[in-house]
């Protein structure tokens, strides 16, 4: 329960006699949305009311931000296709007010087509599923925040100026604000909103980064807490030619490390007959590039996307729903210490992954064999489900203890059409003894596994009552999918560690290769029709949204909460949210080259070598030991303000102006996961529990009690980055013009 400081919403107004002093902190892409519906709605400014506002962003990159600078390494790219990014509201935004004429709010696919036809500049050559640039996004956002600026001070009672300065506080003055820069500069303020993205963990704070930083310096190895902007951390005279890099850290950043470690450093990738995709070092590269992480693997890559990019085709979840949720809450939750009022504590291991992955299992066989299996996987499943749901089931240990009756049809299924296709059983026999349509099955298992041309000819020998067999015989499936009926089974432990975990660093290697070779082809026949990728893509993505209703503002108890930060937001990332199948390609063929090396396997660790005094990346279950020159910290770090590099945050959390998010469960225990403590409006909690409107924060620092937050703007979705906006927004308006709030 948080209760208002003196400085009431519903008491504030505009002044009178000045312009009211808006200062937005942070000038990257969450300011770009900010604009755009600012500008938007501007004309609801009364007459004779004035409005100052001031952007402070410390890169001077105004419209991307760091992250998404158009200065940055030209070897990164963005993690969504063109056509699922774009820069303003549309009119599925719930609320969003007058919108802009279609020209004006292109996605990003659109906007690169009109830079391709201006330019001829082949990185803006993409169709709306190719994947872009991070640079080019960033190019995009500059140019879309300087036409939502130019829009705004259209307005003649409107100002906007630009900062490029840090903002390292914001203290209280009087009635308003002031806002202090890294220079000793003040700037009074009516209003401030805080649009900071990601920063990072400066290692003197942090416990995991310090030891690596003093195990580098014992051992004369240069440690970077930082790979951006890349250009200047990963230096050539620190990583080139004779300087082996470790890279902690196999996820995205880790990628776009040791893709400018290599390809930005002047190697290049070529396609060569009967190996596919080589690379041809430069020879400014590093002698070798370590990488390592608790799982061994890099992410996988995403699947072709087949699904509308209005979110039309998304999986709509038949087990994994917001009702499924509640339902257990209310039979088998925890009690919620903040009262009544609050919703029942889950545990994520026993109360909703076993839901997850019976939604991936059913997913994954309804892909494999078609809708027309869909409705016996569901009826076996069903019992259990709902038992479950009842509390019936009782804790337990195994995921997967919810899918003995869906692994029962799957069989009945797979011996139905194996039958028919070893000549067994006719297909009239076979349908009468089941009630799923078995021709239909067949057909579409067979064009899953071998193609639409196989199938054809599958479906000619059916209707004409012929052999099927020798059709298939001999026959791989060139989606590197398993050709027997009872092929294919889903496996959560093979979903989430589909390497063997042991064997030596040659071995561990090989297996990588061979199940990123996999993983490709099963990427390229897409996320509608690939069972392995729609399993994956249909749960944690299209469902992302019911694990954060289940995860978010204390839904889980605190231990679990923990847990699910720790380890299955990792799961997440590998699963759904990894790179283009075109960047994990040059990932395999930099490990096929040898320059990039897998082999210190599972939950490798850095020590120093104590005969030789180097730092060493070791595999304990590979045995694989090697000494490293650099350091690299390839991982993102979650927000704390306890340990960010940036003095901001940490110097409101000591003034008392904001506190962390505490997520704490009727056992006694809790968890700060380092997020802050908002109200629903998005005002900071100070450390008196009272809260302050005339300080909102958006974004990356609410990820204590929110979960996913890491997302550009996505057209054709009520997409959440705006509704965030929107509520702002509507603030904002009942401030300054409250007789034209609304309008």
Not at 599 to 622: I, K, S
């Amino acid at each position: 329960m948080t209760t208002p400081r003196a400085h009431d919403a519903s008491a504030r107004t505009a002044p009178a006699t000045r312009p009211y002093r808006l200062v937005l902190v942070g000038g990257g892409p969450r300011a770009t949305y900010l604009l755009e519906r600012l500008s938007a709605t501007v004309d609801r400014l009364g007459e004779g009311r004035r409005l100052d506002v001031r952007v402070f962003e410390r890169t001077g990159e105004f419209g991307a931000g760091q992250a998404h600078s158009p200065t940055q390494a030209r070897t990164s790219y963005l993690n969504r296709i063109g056509c699922q990014v774009s820069f303003a509201a549309d009119d599925t935004v719930v609320g969003a007010g007058p919108l802009r004429p279609e020209a004006e709010r292109p996605t990003l696919h659109e906007w690169c087509r009109r830079r391709f036809a201006e330019t001829g500049e082949p990185d803006f050559d993409l169709a709306p599923e190719d994947w872009p640039k991070r640079y080019v996004h960033g190019l995009a956002l500059r140019d879309m925040f300087d036409a939502f600026a130019a829009d705004l001070t259209r307005h003649p009672g409107t100002e906007l100026h630009l900062h490029e300065a840090e903002v390292v506080d914001v203290e209280p003055d009087g009635d308003g604000l002031r806002v202090v820069t890294k220079d000793g500069e003040h700037y009074p303020a009516d209003e401030v909103v805080l649009l900071t993205g990601h920063s990072y963990h400066d290692e003197r704070r942090a416990p995991a980064g310090r030891r690596l930083a003093e195990l580098a310096e014992r051992g004369g190895a240069r440690y970077v807490a930082h790979p951006y902007p890349m250009t200047v951390e990963l230096a050539p005279e620190h990583s080139g030619p004779g300087a082996v890099v470790g890279c902690a850290g196999m996820g995205l950043t880790a990628i776009d490390a040791v893709l400018h470690l290599t390809e930005g450093r002047g190697g290049t990738f070529h396609e060569e007959p009967g190996r596919g995709l080589v690379y041809r070092p430069s020879g400014a590269e590093p002698a070798g590039i370590v990488a390592f992480s608790g799982s061994g693997l890099f992410t996988f890559a995403r699947p072709d996307n087949h699904k509308p990019s209005s979110g039309a085709g998304d999986h709509p979840g038949t087990f994994l729903t917001e009702e499924a949720i509640r339902r257990l809450r209310a039979q088998v939750g925890r009690p919620n210490p903040g009262g009544a009022d609050r919703p029942a504590q889950l545990d994520f291991e026993q109360d909703v992954l076993p839901l997850i992955v019976l939604e991936m299992a059913h997913l994954h066989y309804v892909t494999l064999f078609g809708p027309g299996s869909a409705l016996l996987l569901t009826q076996r499943a069903l019992p259990g489900y709902l038992a479950f749901l009842g509390g019936a089931a009782g804790p337990g240990e195994d995921p997967g203890r919810l899918l003995a009756p869906l692994d029962g049809a799957v069989d009945e299924v797979a011996d139905v059409l194996a039958a028919v296709l070893d000549g067994g059983l006719g297909l009239a026999a076979a349908q009468r003894s089941v009630s799923w349509p078995v021709r239909d099955v067949l057909l579409h298992w067979t064009d899953t596994v071998f193609g639409p041309a196989v199938r054809a000819e599958v479906e000619r020998l059916v209707d004409a009552g012929e052999p099927v067999r020798p059709v298939l015989d001999g026959r791989s499936s060139p989606w590197a999918l398993e050709t027997a009926p009872k092929g294919n089974r889903f496996s959560w432990q093979a979903a989430v560690q589909p390497v063997r975990r042991t064997g030596s660093p040659d071995e561990f290697r090989g297996a990588v290769l061979e199940f990123m070779a996999d993983d490709q082809t099963w990427a390229r026949q897409g996320n509608l029709r690939n069972p392995h990728k729609a399993a994956a893509d249909g749960v944690w993505r299209d469902l992302r949204s019911v694990i954060s209703y289940a995860v978010d503002h204390a839904g889980l108890t605190a231990e679990s909460q923990r847990c699910f930060l720790q380890r299955y937001v990792r799961h997440h990332n590998r699963l759904a949210n990894g790179a283009a199948p075109e960047i994990m390609v040059k990932i395999a063929a930099l490990i096929e080259h040898g320059l990039l090396d897998v082999g210190a396997g599972p939950e490798a660790r850095v020590a120093l070598d104590e005969r030789t005094g180097r730092v060493v990346v070791e595999g304990p279950h590979t045995g694989y030991s090697r000494p490293v020159d650099a350091l690299v910290e390839a991982r993102m770090h979650g927000f704390d303000p306890r340990l960010d590099v940036l003095p901001l945050y940490r110097n409101l959390l000591a003034r008392g102006t904001v506190r962390l998010w505490r997520n704490e469960s009727a056992d006694g225990t809790a968890f700060e996961p380092g997020g802050l403590e908002l109200t629903a409006d998005f005002h900071p909690v100070g450390s008196d529990g009272g809260t302050d409107p005339r300080i909102t924060v958006l974004g990356v620092p609410s990820e204590g009690a929110r979960s996913f937050l890491l997302s550009a703007l996505r057209p054709n979705a009520n997409h959440y980055v705006m509704r965030d906006t929107l509520t702002w927004l509507d603030g904002f308006w009942r401030t300054m013009a409250p007789e034209n709030h609304g309008s």
